[in-house]
């Protein structure tokens, strides 16, 4: 418990030498088992307002057109095993999304001619997540059940109430999330620790990654706004 805690106050107040140490060691399994427990509570919790919000974007779709009065009625009706359902799969996805986070930020490092095996990667990813999942999951979680919406900002997008969220440019926009910038820009760090090479060319890396991801998101979010109709 007392190694968890260093760890965590460490990839906030010192990500260099704390995700660089914690990939050499390969550890990643409590920390991994807290982010996804967090996740699933938080689904769980913010189910019934994210419930509404789907309904809601449904109704306004094209896809309504599909469905029949009843089915558009019973669109934010679920039962408490959906609710559950919903929090395990998220579970799911949470993990998934790390895996694959990992195997690409460990492709570019490599191609890069870095150093390590995809365990150190994973492992320092899953310790950088701790600003984004965690810290990040929280504070999201929090605002979406204060405010009792799902469209909430943590990144330019909040400069922009008025924006349209299903428009290309707030697409764009969002992909500049305060949280996730700080996990990728500590992870970098920590990379280059862990890899002994340069911190600047470390962060030129990861900048190329984020611009990747960033692409492939964008392109896939706005197909999907554009095949529902949205």
Known sequence: MNEFYNDFIGVIGNPAQTIGKIMEKKRWQAVLAVILLL?????FLTYPITKVEQAKFIRDSEMADKLSEEQLANLD???????LTGAMLSLVFAGLMIVVAAFFIYLFFKVAGSEGNYVHYFSGVVHASILDMFLGGI?????????KTTLIHTGLTMFFPGMDFRSLSFIVLAQFDFFSIWYLAALALGIAFFAKISPQKSISIAVVYFIFKSLVFVSFSYFIMKLVGM
């Open 77 to 83: 009706k679920f039962t408490p095993s959906q609710r």
């Open 139 to 147: 504070l999201k979680s929090s605002l979406i059940l204060m405010k």
């Open 39 to 43: 996740t699933a509570i938080a689904t």
